[in-house]
């Protein structure tokens, strides 16, 4: 697609600038930025233009389990919600510990060709905790780090010696924090909502003893270490007192915890049963605050979809999860950038610089010579989220009758589109 996006706004998240201005694509690449003429110019006037978004905790399901996503599903879900690099989490089935299944998801991504891929290893054998899986052919088949994402490493002397590894040869490992003896049989957060519903509550110590563990075996051993999905008040502390401290550690958020509560949560509905378990209302001011000052680095999607018959069951027996990958940008755009509440560079540089940071990726940038990796975003138009919008499988989402502003356009990727009608 050789083509100008004419009289777009330019929006820089490293320099936190922006300008109106055409941007020009050749050949898969940014030709120019500045004031053009062709005879293929697409009008973008009041729209913002800005690299797309980084994704470092998405489950895309295949193989194994395609009845909730497909490889093809998910990444066009990534390309709607404004995404053009996924790193994509290891619990399918079989489960990514293995060279074969990272070079079948690489081969997968390549041949959709609709965003980047980047394959996370399992930590574990199986995700099973027992054994640990071959981290070095895993780094050779191309994974970028190793995570039991969906569980915790229960057994410290296992995650020790994983750790020892991963320092030995420079890879970070993704971590899900869960005592699950502290959180048996939960299904939201403790306290008083969950009080009010009857339903059996998750405390937050089963967060924060777990990640108070792990940050001692990151002192012994100096590996880098990065904590998926934090949700309250004492992991903040926590990660804000080993940063102090020196230790290699980040975090992510998702934007279902900036941007929901307990509070939020509709009598028995499943589809806001997510793990950890939406915070309460005070936490999730804690979360906001602690993203706009840099303790947490990142916002990350935990995308996790699944078919509406798995979440029509009751839900102590519906799986985890909320299908978020399509509304995580105009979701926190609505509750946390039109409220004036954290600043939309900001918002941007941790949703596309600071993962691929975290990932030792390459970020992408609007640069002339840079490929064409662009979202294209209204900030006006209003909306209610509907199960049409989805593109994923996964329709299971709380946002279902709610009102979003802001949407994206189009993604465009390496030159064409990924997503969108230009």
Do not use: W
């Amino acid at each position: 697609m050789d083509i100008v996006l004419k009289n777009g706004i330019l929006l820089d998240p490293i320099l936190k600038n922006k300008k109106r201005t055409d941007i020009a694509i050749k050949n898969g690449l940014i030709h120019s930025i500045g004031k053009t003429n062709s005879t293929q110019e697409v009008d973008c006037s009041g729209y913002f233009l800005f690299p797309s978004l980084f994704d470092l905790h998405t489950h895309l399901r295949e193989p194994g389990f395609e009845t909730s996503e497909t490889m093809e599903t998910g990444l066009a879900a990534a390309a709607h919600g404004g995404y053009g690099t996924v790193c994509a989490m290891p619990n399918s089935l079989p489960v990514n510990d293995s060279p074969v299944i990272t070079k079948y998801i690489k081969y997968r991504a390549k041949e959709i060709d609709k965003c980047n891929v980047y394959p996370i290893g399992a930590i574990s054998e199986g995700l099973s905790g027992k054994s640990l899986s071959d981290m070095y052919s895993l780094k050779d088949a191309g994974v970028i780090a190793y995570s039991d994402d969906g569980f915790p490493v229960e057994n410290a002397l296992l995650l020790k010696k994983a750790m020892k590894i991963a320092k030995s040869i420079d890879m970070p490992l993704f971590l899900h924090e869960e005592d699950k003896n502290l959180s048996e049989n939960g299904v939201m957060r403790a306290g008083e909502i969950a009080l009010r519903l009857g339903l059996t509550g998750i405390p937050s110590s089963a967060e924060s003893s777990m990640i108070a563990r792990d940050l001692e075996i990151v002192r012994e051993t100096g590996a880098r270490v990065h904590f998926c999905h934090i949700s309250c008040a004492r992991s903040i502390q926590l990660i804000r007192e080993a940063k102090k401290a020196g230790l290699p550690v980040s975090c992510e958020v998702t934007p279902n915890h900036l941007a929901l509560s307990d509070e939020d949560i509709r009598r028995y509905d499943a589809n806001a049963k997510v793990n950890p378990p939406l915070p309460s209302k005070s936490d999730r001011e804690l979360l906001v605050a602690a993203l706009a000052d840099g303790t947490i680095d990142l916002v990350a999607t935990d995308h996790a979809p699944h078919t509406a018959d798995m979440k029509a069951a009751a839900i102590e027996e519906a799986p985890f999860g909320i299908s978020g990958i399509e509304t995580a940008l105009p979701l926190l755009y609505t509750k946390l950038v039109k409220p004036g509440i954290i600043d939309f560079y900001e918002l941007l540089y941790r949703m596309s610089i600071a993962p691929a940071e975290i990932a030792g990726i390459e970020p992408d940038l609007i640069k002339k010579g840079k490929p064409a990796n662009i979202t294209v975003f209204d900030p006006t138009e209003k909306y209610a989220i509907t199960e049409e919008f989805f593109m994923s499988k996964g329709k299971n989402s709380p946002l279902i009758g709610k009102s979003l502003e802001g949407a994206v356009k189009a993604t465009i990727f390496k030159g064409k589109l990924s997503y969108g009608n230009l």
